[in-house]
Structures are given as structure tokens and as C-alpha cells.
């Protein structure tokens, strides 16, 4: 599902390089983490692997294809949800949906079934019609997610999808995840809530300063760390320093 | 072909969304296009229709300040006050008068100035006469240095003070020479007494040559002057349209913010087919504004007491020219909303960078009355091209084959401007 091989990038005017020979790989159709505390690199990796920034150096390959040479292809095979809510707000969650659909080259009937689908599935149905300004923060996220879905990629890229968002909305992103994982879709995800990681997720990689701190199944490094949770696991491995 | 025209249903909903900047896009330039069609009407109209009080005092009283009263009173642009309270100038008073600013221009005619005149015009008469044999002389003496004193208010401008002094003298030269004439037509007329032919008439063949103005367009039906409306409403409509700059760029720059240019940058295809999209809606956007204000010149102008706008004949020519120049300030707006990072520093610059290109570019004055310098900067701005192409359509009857210059020119900007925003977006993203 994902390669990456010694990943390097650093920004112009940056103190340090954001990325520094980042080497990974997570197996087809699994739901994979890619954590690490803030500034670790998780949205330039993301970035690079959307073409929407370009590496210094190394490859990284989507879906067995190159990112850098076999964009285009990569960006009809996979769904992208965005850190933030990356949704017109004035804009209803229909008409946001109905232009991306669009965009997606989706005709209107099958386009109109699927935005259906998917509002009812996120419990947005009612809302549909209400600018997405007026969300709460929990039904922005999941709107968010629907646009990236209306094409029903087979990899879906989200950058931290459950930040600031209820109990109630994660748990059923969670629960969609988990579902559409088995579908036979992949899902690589990045999160800071690590209980959520070890809930959802066959195999994580933690990244610290721009490289690969270990990679594995969540529970075969709790043992190999001998500890009780993957946040004990994180602690150890990337240190209690705080991070900006 | 989808996407652009999903993309160009998308942005008409964005911007319909926010009535208050829709109002603010249209309302805003139509404001600004009256009132600065209503400021600059009077400086407009001072060289045309409005009439001008001269104080005039005739201390003279004889034939040639009579004539030269009449002959003044006669040009349109002239009223001439003899009498203030009933009561007779003087010429103390009138200059007492200009120089408190109550008026603008005193003309004294001194005493002998009729004489002197009479005087000068019997010398001629005598020694033309006696080289062509005519018999008798006409009474004369030495001459005496007279003149006319005319005072001006300080601040009338100089352009207005040179054009009084013409008419002025060109008034005085005419009376002397018809005296002149007239003297040596009775000179000669007596000299041939005897014959029963008409009389010489020299005035009227010294009057052979007239002026007479016509319309330099191929139109000759159109007999069109600049005015303040016909400045003004292009102008400004035009400053207007290049103001759309500022909900482009802002657009571009909370897309990039919020994470939308990223979603659409995923989806499969050229992002170019969206920048299409939006670009067109802008393009329409604009023209539609600029076309609303030459509607509003055209009827609504005459509502409020101005001149009506001529838009010319030429109405394919003008939509074209209209496309072209919204082009250009589209393109403008990509580049700034490209260039810069956040709206605190876009929103101004675009703003102030317009204000600059149109008072270079003649939107506030006309171009030809700016400093040599100027007017070679005011090539750099496209504002300039614009107006310039507008008032060739508008002005002198002009259509594509007269402004395709200035079209290309503004098309030359605006790939400049598309270059230079494609450069800095493909730098961002390494």
C-alpha cells in the first residue's frame, strides 16, 4: 500500500529539515498510523505522498505506484481528508459535496445517490441543506470526510481526522474506518490519540525528527516495549520533552 | 469542459452567498463613478458652457469701447457687468473686487482709447491713400501709448487667464482692423465718386477664410466632445472593474488556508481546467459590472444633470475590449492572491497597487496633461491600455481594427501576470 524510502525535505527558511532519510511501509488494504508528536514530519510525508509537496530526495510509492511520476493515476485511486475542514463555509454540505462529486467527474444520478449515501451514514442528512459555517465542529470533520469519498477511493489518506471533535463523532468515524476497511479499502491515518491508534489500527509507524522511530503491530511493540499501552510505547521511544 | 463549468457554477454560489460583498462590488464603483462624475463636471464644463463675469468699466465712452463691449457681450462664455447697486463701476471698485476674489477677471477701458485708435486708423488711411493717389487727408496727430488694463483673480488658472487674454485681443486686433478698413474704404470711395459701381466691401473680402469645426471620426453624425461623463464613467468604471482584484485574490489565499486548493489539487485532471472555471466567472463578473456602469452613465447621468455617455457604435468592439481588460485584472488577481501569503498583506497592496496604476494611467486626469515622465510610466500600467482603448471606441469612432494594440498589450500583461503567479505556486510547493 505505501514505500517510502529515505524521504528527505526540508522547507526554504526552516531551521531543521522536516523530513531526514524517512524509510516506511505499511501492507496493502491494512489501516496504518502514522503518529508521532507535532513537528515529527506526519503532514510533509502526507503532503508528498498528494504531490502537493516535493521531496529533496528518496521515493515514496502509493498503491505500487511512484508519487512523483504516476500522479495522476495515484490521484484517482485515492481520497485525501485534509487537517483542516477543507469545505467552502458559506457553502451548503450539499452543494460543497455536489461540487466535489462533480469535480470527480461523478454524473448526477449516481452523484446524488452517493452524497445520499454518505450524508446518512454520517448522520448529516437533515443538516444537508445548512451552510457548513453554521457545524458544529464534530460535523465538520465528518463532511470532510465525505468529500474525500464520493469517488470511493481504495486508499483513503486522512490527516488527523478525529482532532477536536466528541466522543460521539469519533466514534463514528472510528466505527466508518473500521467499516470501510472491510471493504477492502486501505486507510492511513496520522493521530495524536494514541488509545485511538491502538483501537483502530493493524500496523502504525512512529516518526520523530523527520525519521522512522519503529514500525510494527500495535501489539507486538507494546510487548517488545513490555508496555501496558502504545502511548507507554510512544513516551519511551520519542521521550517526554514537550514539542512545538 | 465539466469542471470549468461546475467550477463556474461553484464561484457564482460562493459569491452570491456573500450579498453584502456583492452589493459592496457593484454599489461601491457606481457611488464612486457619479460622484466623480458630478465633482468634475464644473472643471469640465469651465472650458465649455459656463459663462464668466467681467467687470467692465468704460471710462472711454467712445465708438471702440462701445464696439469691443458689444463684441464681448456677444461670445457666449461672457456676461459683462457695467453697472454693482445701480451704480457705475469704477475702476478702483473693480479691482477692489477681483483681487477680493469676487470675480475673477476687470477689464478698464481708459479714456482716449477710442481716439487713439481713430487716430491710428486715420494715419493708415492717409498713407495708404496718398500712395494710391487719393486726394484730401483725414485728420490725425501723434500717437499716444493707451492700453486696455486687465485684472485677473490670483488664482485663476493660467490656462483659463491665456484663453481670456486671446479672446480679449483678438476682439481688440478685429475692432482696429474694421476701423482701419473702414477708414481707408471711405478714403478710397472718395476718390472714385464719380463711378456708380458698389463700394470696395473690403471687411467682407478680408473675411474669406473662416473656422468651422467638424467631427474628426469616420462618423461625421457624431459630434462628440469630451465631457465629464464621457471622462469619468469609462475611467472609473474601469478603476472599478480592476478593484475585482481584491475578492480573487482573497478567494485564492483562503483556498490555500483552509486546505480547499489542496482537495481540488488531488483531484484527477489539470488543475487548469478549475482555474478556467473560475477565471471565467470572474471575466463575466467584471464585464458585467463595467457594463452596468456605461448603463448607468447612459441613463442615469441625464437624471442628475449631466451629459448622457456615448458608448460609440462600435458595440463588438467594445464587448471584446471589455473581455480583454477583465482578463487582464482577473489575471492581476491570481497573481497577487499567488504572490502573496495572507489577506493582511494581499488586500492592501492590491488596493494601494491599483489606486497608483490608475492615477498613472490617467483614470484621474487625463494622461496627456501628466509630466513627459508620467506619461512614459503610464505605458506600464495596464489601466492606461484600457482607457485608452476605451476612449478610441468611445471617442474617435474606433473599433477592433483601432484598438487591437492596446488589446494585445493587455494580453501581454496578463500572461505576464499568469507566468509570474504559475512560477510562484510551482516554488511553493517545493
Known amino acids: 500500500m505505501l514505500q517510502i524510502q529515505q524521504l528527505e525535505k526540508t522547507y526554504k527558511n526552516a531551521a531543521e529539515p522536516s523530513l531526514q532519510g524517512l524509510s516506511l511501509q505499511f501492507s496493502d488494504k491494512s489501516i496504518a498510523g502514522l503518529l508521532g508528536p507535532n513537528g515529527a514530519g506526519k503532514t510533509t510525508t502526507i503532503s508528498i505522498l498528494c504531490g502537493l509537496v516535493k521531496a529533496d530526495a528518496g521515493k515514496a510509492f502509493l498503491l505500487g505506484m511512484d508519487v512523483e511520476k504516476e500522479r495522476e493515476a495515484i490521484k484517482r485511486r485515492i481520497g485525501v481528508v485534509p487537517q483542516s475542514i477543507a469545505l467552502y463555509p458559506t457553502l451548503t454540505a450539499m452543494e460543497n459535496l455536489q461540487y466535489i462529486g462533480r469535480l470527480y467527474g461523478l454524473g448526477s444520478t449516481i452523484l446524488k445517490e452517493r452524497i445520499n449515501q454518505y450524508l446518512q451514514l454520517f448522520g448529516l442528512e437533515k443538516s444537508a441543506h445548512k451552510a457548513i459555517r453554521y457545524y458544529s465542529g464534530g460535523m465538520k470533520r465528518r463532511a470532510n470526510i465525505i468529500a474525500s469519498l464520493l469517488h470511493e477511493p481504495e486508499l483513503l489518506i486522512l490527516d488527523e481526522p478525529t482532532a477536536g471533535v466528541d466522543v460521539q463523532s469519533r466514534n463514528m468515524i472510528l466505527q466508518f474506518l473500521a467499516s470501510y476497511n472491510k471493504l477492502g479499502h486501505g486507510i492511513i491515518y496520522t493521530s495524536h490519540l494514541l488509545e485511538e491508534a491502538q483501537q483502530l489500527c493493524d500496523e502504525i509507524a512512529i516518526i520523530d525528527h523527520g525519521r522512522l522511530v519503529v514500525q510494527g503491530k500495535p501489539l507486538v511493540l507494546m510487548q517488545k516495549q513490555q508496555a501496558q499501552s502504545l502511548e507507554q510505547v510512544f513516551l519511551q521511544l520519542t521521550g517526554s520533552s514537550l514539542r512545538d | ?430
Open chain 2, 1 to 430: 469542459m465539466r469542471k470549468i463549468l461546475a467550477t463556474f457554477i461553484n464561484e457564482s454560489r460562493l459569491f452570491a452567498k456573500d450579498l453584502a460583498g456583492m452589493a459592496l462590488l457593484f454599489l461601491m464603483p457606481l457611488a464612486l463613478t457619479v460622484l466623480m462624475a458630478l465633482i468634475q463636471d464644473a472643471p469640465f464644463r469651465e472650458y465649455q458652457d459656463i459663462r464668466f463675469e467681467i467687470l467692465w468699466v468704460d471710462e472711454d465712452g467712445g465708438k471702440m469701447a462701445r464696439q469691443l463691449g458689444a463684441e464681448l457681450e456677444a461670445i457666449p462664455q461672457f456676461v459683462l457687468i457695467r453697472t454693482l447697486n445701480d451704480q457705475l463701476l469704477t475702476a478702483d471698485k473693480a479691482q477692489e473686487l477681483v483681487h477680493k476674489g469676487s470675480y475673477k477677471l476687470a477689464v478698464i477701458v481708459p479714456q482716449g482709447v477710442s481716439a487713439e485708435v481713430a487716430n491710428s486708423a486715420n494715419q493708415v488711411a492717409n498713407e495708404l491713400g496718398a500712395k494710391l493717389g487719393a486726394p484730401g487727408k483725414l485728420p490725425q496727430r501723434e500717437s499716444r501709448k493707451v492700453a486696455l488694463e486687465i485684472y485677473f483673480d490670483p488664482v485663476i488658472k493660467q490656462a483659463m487667464k491665456l484663453s481670456l487674454l486671446n479672446a480679449l485681443e483678438k476682439q481688440v486686433t478685429r475692432i482696429q482692423a474694421e476701423i482701419i478698413l473702414a477708414r481707408l474704404e471711405n478714403r478710397l470711395d472718395e476718390q472714385a465718386a464719380d463711378s456708380s459701381g458698389p463700394g470696395l466691401r473690403l471687411q467682407e473680402k478680408l473675411q474669406a477664410v473662416q473656422l468651422r469645426e467638424i467631427s474628426s471620426g469616420q462618423n461625421k453624425t457624431t459630434q462628440l466632445t469630451t465631457n465629464s461623463v464621457q471622462h469619468n464613467v469609462p475611467a472609473w468604471a474601469l478603476f472599478g472593474l480592476f478593484f475585482i482584484i481584491i475578492p480573487i485574490a482573497g478567494n485564492f489565499i483562503r483556498e490555500r488556508e483552509d486546505g480547499s486548493l489542496m482537495r481540488i489539487k488531488m483531484i484527477p485532471g489539470s488543475y487548469f481546467t478549475i482555474l478556467l472555471g473560475k477565471l471565467g466567472f470572474y471575466i463575466v463578473l467584471g464585464m458585467l459590472q463595467f457594463f452596468i456602469m456605461l448603463a448607468a452613465g447612459a441613463l442615469l447621468m441625464p437624471l442628475l444633470g449631466l451629459d448622457s455617455l456615448q458608448i460609440g457604435n462600435a458595440i463588438g468592439s467594445l464587448f471584446l475590449t471589455v473581455l480583454v481588460v477583465a482578463a487582464t485584472a482577473t489575471a492581476y488577481g491570481v497573481l497577487i492572491g499567488s504572490v502573496f501569503q495572507t489577506p493582511n498583506q494581499a488586500l492592501p497592496f492590491g488596493a494601494i497597487s491599483i489606486v497608483i496604476l490608475s492615477a498613472i494611467g490617467g483614470i484621474w486626469v487625463p494622461v496627456e496633461i501628466l509630466p513627459a515622465g508620467l506619461q512614459q510610466l503610464a505605458k506600464l500600467s495596464p489601466l492606461h491600455w484600457a482607457l485608452d482603448a476605451i476612449n478610441e471606441l468611445f471617442l474617435r469612432s474606433g473599433s477592433i481594427l483601432t484598438v487591437w494594440k492596446q488589446l494585445i498589450i493587455l494580453l501581454v500583461f496578463a500572461l505576464l501576470f499568469f507566468l509570474i503567479a504559475g512560477i510562484t505556486e510551482s516554488r511553493r510547493r517545493r
